[in-house]
């Protein structure tokens, strides 16, 4: 069974900084994609950025700059630096990744439990 497990989040001031990482466990084939979703109250999820097993990137504008996505394949770690936080990314961090749990599957989308940033103005 494939389990993505979130740590990192909590309570910061504007302009501080937080780290998240996310770690896929379990039995598996492979991962592909990983990523970091958001959701604030009363909003719908949103991407944050995503990050291919071969390094490639795609950020929202709104944390470009800002945050920075990292992964070691041989882990199946993913981490999510933020910088210079802002009110406004308080939210639920979800992270993601595509995960094929055999040889003979496709990549399945998962999603750890999420994890809570506040930021404090």
């Known amino acids: 069974q494939v389990q993505l497990v979130e740590s990192g989040g909590g309570l910061v001031q504007a302009g501080g900084s937080l780290t998240l990482s996310c770690v896929a466990s379990g039995r598996f084939f492979s991962v592909n994609h990983m990523g970091w979703y958001r959701q604030a109250p009363g909003k719908q999820r949103e991407l944050v950025v995503v990050?291919?097993?071969?390094?490639?990137?795609n950020y929202a504008d709104s944390v470009k700059g800002r945050f920075t996505i990292s992964r070691d394949n041989a882990k199946n770690t993913v981490w999510l630096q933020m910088n210079s936080l802002k009110f406004e990314d308080t939210a639920v961090y979800y992270c993601n990744a595509g995960v094929a749990p055999t040889v003979e599957d496709p990549h399945y989308d998962y999603w750890g439990q999420g994890t809570q940033v506040t930021v404090s103005s």
């Open positions: 990050i291919s097993s071969g390094g490639t990137t």
